[in-house]
């Protein structure tokens, strides 16, 4: 048999693999750490979302008419409202599941290699997806009860409302690179310079 089939020990009677788990015993409790903080914290969010997606999909801006079909359903704001609650409902609902699962996580080394960045990488794509979609469902149902002379003044607001889940995305995008970085690439590369 080839060399490579056996284990190699070092004088100690260590294995590599044996090392580096002993050697980074502390870097995965303090990863698991994060990972659950971090989790948690978007697992409210998540919910929240879903539980205001879910109650904007269910309650039809205007009402409905006698027929019970939704009063706007005429109005283009009211389609792009119905759509992307549906779509917030959804893309919450899966980042919850995601953080879920993070946080049922055995948190083991082998763990950290790719099972838990991708998905961490899904969960975040699904909460600012799930957030942009329940902020153009919020213009969109908004703008389809607004009188005609009124509109035009709204879209200003409606930017406005959009800045701190900008600033809030942006503030997170090195985080976002860097999981894409450790997912995709097979040696991930450090995010941050090291002083000589």
Same mark, same amino acid.
């Given at each position: 048999m080839s060399d490579n089939f056996f284990p190699r020990y070092n004088?100690?009677?260590?294995?590599?693999?044996?090392?580096?788990?002993?050697?980074?015993?502390?870097?995965?409790?303090?990863?698991?750490?994060?990972?659950? /903080?971090?989790?948690?914290?978007?697992?409210?969010?998540?919910?929240?979302?879903?539980?205001?997606?879910?109650?904007?999909?269910?309650?039809?801006?205007?009402?409905?008419?006698? /027929?019970?079909?939704?009063?706007?359903? /005429?109005?283009?704001?009211? /389609?792009?409202?119905?759509?992307s609650s549906l779509v917030a409902l959804c893309f919450s609902i899966t980042a919850l599941v995601m953080f879920l699962a993070i946080l049922t996580s055995r948190y083991q080394e082998r763990d950290f290699g790719r099972d838990l960045p991708r998905k961490l990488l899904l969960g975040l794509t699904s909460l600012f997806a799930s957030i942009a979609a329940i902020l153009i469902s919020f213009c969109g149902g908004h703008f389809s009860v607004l009188k005609e002379e009124l509109k035009f003044a709204a879209i200003p607001a409606y930017a406005v409302t959009c800045l701190p889940i900008t600033f809030f995305a942006m503030a997170q995008f090195p985080l976002y690179i860097d999981l894409l970085q450790a997912t995709l690439l097979k040696v991930p590369q450090r995010s941050y310079k090291v002083d000589p």
């Open positions: 004088k100690k009677g260590k294995t590599p693999s044996d090392l580096f788990t002993e050697t980074h015993r502390d870097l995965v409790e303090d990863g698991s750490k994060w990972l659950t /903080n971090t989790s948690q914290s978007c697992s409210v969010v998540a919910a929240l979302i879903a539980t205001v997606a879910f109650t904007t999909s269910t309650t039809v801006p205007g009402g409905f008419e006698t /027929n019970g079909l939704p009063a706007l359903k /005429n109005k283009p704001g009211f /389609n792009l409202f119905a759509v």
